[in-house]
């Protein structure tokens, strides 16, 4: 395929492009393919949440965007341009913390806001830091190591050090898979606030249907290697569960998009008994 490439006059109507992406790998000396011909376009300020079993390839398709992959063929194009690797324009949000361990919560965030390239002083890159230290909700705690703090909390620490880059796209794969339920309901409202406030284009893994509906501006529904479905999330924003469970618009999608998925796991145990 060529590469297509927009000049800089010409009005890109999406943030993110994805064009017939394939990848695959080898396992056990066989030839696996993860993504089978992806076609997805988002835009500039969309919360997206890609949807789908464990082995469907999200995780993979997080990989390619972020560009600590490529693709065997198609392209993803950000802004116009095709990926080349990993960039400051992309921060991901990973479910384990990866915090430098010998860096406050507050070191962690200084340190992305270095990384981002942004020419301040010692002051101003003080009170950013703080800024997001604080949006997150552990000001109070900002002098602490990770080692000092619950698996809630780093989650937090990584959003806000992802927040701090200021990139234009936020990546985050399953974030709270290994957080306890009344933390992770806390996270996902937080998360859903604080992205729509800094106008991120964000690109969600999950596979917990309540979060995709509750996050999502679209939902992406994966099969094994290929997009299923996708729904639209016509729900206001902002969130609160409790508000949306039993609304007929929330009971409608939710219906629909566990008949989708556990038709989906049903399908693939089947696929691994005829093996």
């Given at each position: 395929?060529?590469?297509?490439?927009?000049?800089?006059?010409?009005?890109?109507?999406?943030?993110?492009?994805?064009?017939?992406?394939?990848?695959?790998?080898?396992?056990?000396?066989?030839?696996?393919?993860?993504?089978?011909?992806?076609d997805l376009n988002i835009k500039e300020g969309e919360f997206v949440c890609i949807l789908g079993s464990s082995g469907c390839g999200k995780s993979t398709l997080l990989s390619l965007l972020s560009g600590?992959?490529?693709?065997?063929?198609?392209?993803?194009?950000?802004?116009?341009?095709?990926?080349?690797?990993?960039?400051?324009?992309?921060?991901?949000?990973?479910?384990?913390?990866?915090?430098?361990?010998?860096?406050?919560?507050?070191?962690?965030?200084?340190?992305?806001?270095?990384?981002?390239?942004?020419?301040?002083?010692?002051?101003?890159?003080?009170?950013?830091?703080?800024?997001?230290?604080?949006?997150?909700?552990?000001?109070?705690?900002?002098?602490?190591?990770?080692?000092?703090?619950?698996?809630?909390?780093?989650?937090?620490?990584?959003?806000?050090?992802?927040?701090?880059?200021?990139?234009?796209?936020?990546?985050?794969?399953?974030?709270?898979?290994?957080?306890?339920?009344?933390?992770?309901?806390?996270?996902?409202?937080?998360?859903?606030?604080?992205?729509?406030?800094?106008?991120?284009?964000?690109?969600?893994?999950?596979?917990?249907?309540?979060?995709?509906?509750?996050?999502?501006?679209?939902?992406?529904?994966?099969?094994?290697?290929?997009?299923?479905?996708?729904?639209?999330?016509?729900?206001?924003?902002?969130?609160?569960?409790?508000?949306?469970?039993?609304?007929?618009?929330?009971?409608?999608?939710?219906?629909?998009?566990?008949?989708?998925?556990?038709?989906?796991?049903?399908?693939?145990?089947?696929?691994?008994?005829?093996?």
């Amino acid at each position: 395929m060529a590469e297509h490439q927009v000049s800089e006059g010409e009005k890109r109507e999406y943030k993110i492009e994805i064009r017939d992406v394939y990848f695959d790998y080898v396992e056990n000396k066989s030839n696996y393919e993860a993504l089978k011909g992806i076609d997805l376009n988002i835009k500039e300020g969309e919360f997206v949440c890609i949807l789908g079993s464990s082995g469907c390839g999200k995780s993979t398709l997080l990989s390619l965007l972020s560009g600590l992959n490529k693709p065997k063929s198609g392209e993803i194009l950000v802004n116009g341009k095709k990926i080349k690797g990993p960039g400051i324009d992309r921060a991901v949000v990973f479910q384990q913390y990866s915090l430098f361990p010998w860096l406050t919560v507050k070191g962690n965030i200084l340190f992305a806001i270095k990384q981002s390239g942004k020419k301040l002083g010692r002051k101003a890159r003080n009170e950013l830091a703080d800024h997001y230290v604080e949006s997150v909700g552990l000001f109070g705690a900002k002098n602490r190591y990770p080692s000092q703090l619950s698996g809630g909390m780093k989650q937090r620490v990584a959003v806000a050090r992802a927040l701090a880059l200021e990139s234009e796209i936020l990546l985050m794969d399953e974030p709270f898979g290994a957080i306890d339920p009344k933390l992770r309901l806390e996270l996902q409202e937080l998360v859903s606030r604080l992205c729509a406030e800094h106008k991120r284009t964000v690109v969600f893994i999950t596979h917990d249907v309540d979060e995709a509906i509750l996050l999502a501006d679209r939902i992406v529904a994966m099969e094994p290697g290929k997009i299923k479905s996708i729904h639209e999330v016509k729900l206001p924003h902002p969130r609160v569960r409790d508000e949306l469970v039993g609304t007929s618009e929330y009971e409608k999608l939710h219906k629909q998009l566990i008949l989708s998925f556990y038709n989906q796991v049903a399908e693939q145990i089947d696929a691994e008994v005829a093996l």
